[in-house]
């Protein structure tokens, strides 16, 4: 006669097992949230850098963007307010030195062509880093891990 359904034991084994899984869950998670936070910031980076070039095409205008080392913050524009990155993230700029404006606030720039004045924009937690990287021919920005 053929067996019908599971007997207690294997069904127990089963729940044990997905409890380890679920037990073990936050911890994976706890450990990635640094990476996912630096990632995050990142792609706000990007996206900023992004929206000012197109600002500056389409307005036929220079638009420059600021970053605060020391704040963890950017501004969009010359007189706009400062906007936090998300998470506990560290900044580091590499720009052209036109474009330092004291120990710990750098910018890039984009011109009307398109182009900019090129940089290298480092978001980084606990030892996961991402570099926005940003053309001075094209303007073009990406972002390596």
């Known amino acids: 006669m053929a067996q019908r359904g599971f007997t207690l034991i294997?069904?127990?084994?089963?729940l044990v097992v997905i409890g380890l899984i679920l037990a073990a869950a936050p911890v994976a998670l706890?450990?990635?949230a640094p990476a996912i936070e630096a990632r995050v910031a990142a792609g706000e980076v990007a996206a900023v850098l992004r929206r000012a070039r197109?600002?500056?095409i389409l307005g036929n205008r220079d638009v420059a963007v600021a970053f605060d080392t020391d704040a963890g913050a950017y501004a969009l524009g010359e007189d706009a307010p400062w906007q936090?990155?998300?998470g506990r993230v560290t900044l580091s700029v590499e720009?052209?030195?036109s474009e330092l404006r004291d120990a710990h606030v750098a910018g890039v720039?984009?011109?009307a062509d398109g182009s900019a004045t090129g940089g290298r924009i480092t978001v980084a937690r606990?030892?996961?880093s991402y570099h926005v990287m940003l053309d001075w021919l094209t303007g073009q920005?990406?972002?390596i891990e």
């Open 10 to 14: 294997e069904l127990l084994v089963v």
């Open 30 to 32: 706890r450990r990635g």
């Open 54 to 56: 197109s600002e500056a």
């Open 84 to 86: 936090a990155l998300p």
């Open 95 to 97: 720009t052209a030195r």
């Open 109 to 111: 720039r984009f011109f």
């Open 126 to 128: 606990d030892g996961q």
């Open 141 to 143: 920005v990406s972002v």
